[in-house]
């Protein structure tokens, strides 16, 4: 498709009109191309025509990050809400490769990545969402050097009862694969525990905890046995 031509009538259309109602102003050679506010290279355009000349500008220009972001942006309204117009999927993919090749390789400070932890903390998200994330992550498989960023972000994290319930209750009834149960034996091999830990594990409350887990799976055992049987 000759997506130059699709352009030059769309402008030569506005060039020879006058609307009437609501319409948006468009430079007909972008900025970023090197185009100026001169009424020579502004046309008035209705917002279907506007949006659909910003993707004929990607079209033609693919490998300009900018007009791609312009074309991302104008699938919004000014209070964030989506418009009539549909984001097609290829100006996603579009921006989204732009946005990894300028994010890829960039170092943050330690500033940068506290305001970012920041704004996640506290947001609640719905159980549909957290699905999402979850399958998302499944099968997952990090670097050596990932694993290791993780574990060292982890380390010194005190989290508050209501946290570590959470967490607790997260890994009850929780079946592991006979690899994942080695793969944790293997990493809490010979690993030095803290006084604290020693004592968590070695307290009444908790061989009595053990105690019951060890008697439940023992019962889920013979259970599926005897349906099994």
Sequence with gaps: MNYSAHYDRLIARARNRVLEGYCERHHVRPRCLGGDNSSSNVVRLTPEEHYVAHQLLVKMHPGNAKLVYAAQRMTHGGNFQARNNRLYGWIRKKFRAHAADRERGKVRSPESIAKRTARQRGIKRTPETKAKMAAAQL??????????????????????PVARANMARSHIGLNRTAEHRANLAAALKGRPFSALARARASSKEAMVKRLATRAAKRAARLFNAVSEG
């Design 139 to 160: 099968g997952k498989k990090h670097s050596p050097e990932t694993r290791a960023k993780i574990a060292a972000s982890h380390i010194g994290i005190k989290h508050t």
